[in-house]
């Protein structure tokens, strides 16, 4: 054993991602292979201020490595945003001999753990979220299985939409972030991508152009992809169908999404995150987060990651632009 913590916890936090068991399974493995005790909790901070914490070891996580969703259940809690619960929550980690901890989430999760660890808890967070909305990280857990649910219902769309030459209006999460967007865009051939952080993207005008010109040019169907944080998709479709007369139908994906088993991509990243995050309590590091910049596997101070700004892969968007011509 290289350090000095002799009891981690781990819990998943926000909206469930892909991945998620394999990275609570990486962080369970690495600690008890450095001699630490490992206690999951439950339901994220809920579940921590209330004490819902068990021992883990590591036949507790045999045979998840594939499954999505999370066996720690997730939750998003609202109280935690009060001292008074802050403070709970540190005082259960005492109770329960919790000197590290792993947090796997997103964003909100991490402005969570800069209050434990101003507690004396050290704390690493994880990327976990589909939306790929986490300012200091190239990638997060569950992203890539989220856009690959949408490339597999964008096909089947596809097929019927193509048979009734109809405009197909998708409507994919991310929150206020675009990137599900813009990924599924480019793989489905998307005539049209709109995402809530630049304005182009959203010009309504610009999107009746290009299916215009497609179908001037012969093609017999359309897909056109919103991100949710862009707004009512139900609305532009109709608005699709008054302005072009072409039947338009809206399909709004939902939770499908964060469900079913993380590709090969997200367990990779997720198991090498757990490793990683518990390698950086055995160091003694605190309030710091695993992230993927440039590539490689970095981690960095909490408050620097969360003051960073996520700029949005225009470059995929110009890109989709002109391939989607017809
Ligand atoms: P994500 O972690 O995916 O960004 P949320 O924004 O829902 O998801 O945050 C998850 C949880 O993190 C919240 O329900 C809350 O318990 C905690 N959290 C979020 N913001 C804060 C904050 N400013 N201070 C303390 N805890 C927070
Ligand atoms: O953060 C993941 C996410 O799925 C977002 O894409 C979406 O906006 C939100 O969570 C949905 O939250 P809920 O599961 O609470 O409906």
Request: glycine share 12%; proline share 2%; net charge negative.
């Amino acid at each position: 054993m290289d350090t000095s913590l002799s009891t981690i916890g781990v819990l998943t936090s926000g909206g469930d991602a892909p991945g998620m068991n394999a990275c609570i399974r990486a962080v369970v493995r690495s600690a008890l292979n450095k001699g630490m005790r490992v206690m999951g909790i439950h339901k994220g901070y809920a579940g921590l201020i209330k004490g819902d914490v068990s021992e883990m070891h590591a036949n507790s996580v045999a045979d998840i490595i594939h499954r999505g969703g999370t066996i720690l259940y997730t939750a998003r809690c609202p109280e935690f945003m009060q001292t008074e619960y802050q403070d709970r929550a540190a005082e259960m980690c005492r109770i329960f001999g919790i000197d590290g901890l792993v947090v796997i989430g997103g964003d909100g999760t991490f402005r969570g753990a800069e209050r434990l660890s101003d507690r004396g808890i050290n704390v690493i967070g994880v990327p976990g979220t589909i939306d790929a909305d986490v300012s200091c990280s190239e990638y997060t857990i569950g992203f890539d299985s989220a856009v690959n649910v949408v490339v597999e219902a964008i096909s089947r769309l596809r097929d019927t939409s193509a048979s009734h030459e109809r405009c197909s209006v998708v409507e994919v999460m991310g929150r206020n972030c675009g990137e599900i967007a813009l990924w599924s865009g480019i793989a489905t051939g998307a005539d049209a991508i709109m995402i809530p952080e630049d304005k182009d993207s959203q010009s309504f005008d610009q999107i009746i152009r290009v299916i215009m010109e497609n179908r001037a040019r012969g093609k017999n169907h359309n897909i056109v992809i919103v991100a949710e944080g862009v707004g009512n998709s139900q609305e532009l479709t109709k608005r699709v169908h008054e302005v072009t007369g072409i039947d338009s139908r809206c399909t709004i994906l939902g939770h499908i999404q964060r469900g079913g088993s993380p590709t090969a991509l997200d367990i990779k990243h997720a198991s090498m995150m757990g490793y990683l995050a518990v390698e950086a309590l055995a160091k003694g590091e605190t309030n710091r987060v695993i992230a993927v910049q440039k590539g490689a596997y970095v981690d960095i101070d909490i408050d620097e990651g969360l003051a960073m700004k996520k700029t949005p892969s225009m470059d995929i968007w110009k890109a989709n632009l002109q391939i989607s011509t017809y």
